[in-house]
């Protein structure tokens, strides 16, 4: 592929992520992270279990957080509506940050492997967070 292709490809994708998502919150990196870690030890853990791999279930799974997606991708673009500096993305994202956290705990149980209790303090803070911005 041509290296202008490429740079279109790239730069399109960029400007559709912009438009979504405006300025790209930290916040929003380590939900992909997390949404990326949750899927993995789901699958990690469905091996585990022998319950084998199913695609109705994964592909549910990455509907569901491509689905997230677009919540916060309104939440965006109603914070772009009312000007509010993107509190309500933040808290989208808060919210669905720390069910992912829960989910990526559950997975690590079923695996049986430990968390650190600083994750488990993290996790605490983020749903604290979450409540907060939601009040």
């Known amino acids: 592929m041509p290296l202008a292709w490429v740079c279109s490809i790239a730069g399109t994708f960029g400007y559709v992520a912009a438009f979504a998502f405006g300025a790209w919150p930290q916040s929003l990196t380590v939900l992909l992270i997390a949404m990326g ?7 990690a853990a469905s091996l585990k279990e022998k319950k084998g791999l199913n695609s109705n279930v994964g592909a549910w799974g990455l509907t569901r957080k491509g689905l997230t997606l677009l919540i916060i991708l309104l939440a965006h673009q109603i914070d772009e509506l009312l000007q509010t500096n993107d509190t309500t993305m ?26 650190p209790g600083k994750v488990r303090r993290i996790i605490e803070v983020l749903k604290d967070k979450d409540n907060t911005k939601g009040k």
Do not use: K
Not at 37 to 43: A, F, K, S, V
Not at 90 to 115: C, D, H, K, Q, V
């Open 37 to 43: 870690i949750d899927y993995l030890t789901g699958i």
């Open 90 to 115: 933040a808290a989208a994202i808060y919210f669905y940050l720390a069910n992912e956290m829960i989910s990526i705990t559950e997975n690590y149980g079923r695996l049986g492997l430990p968390l």
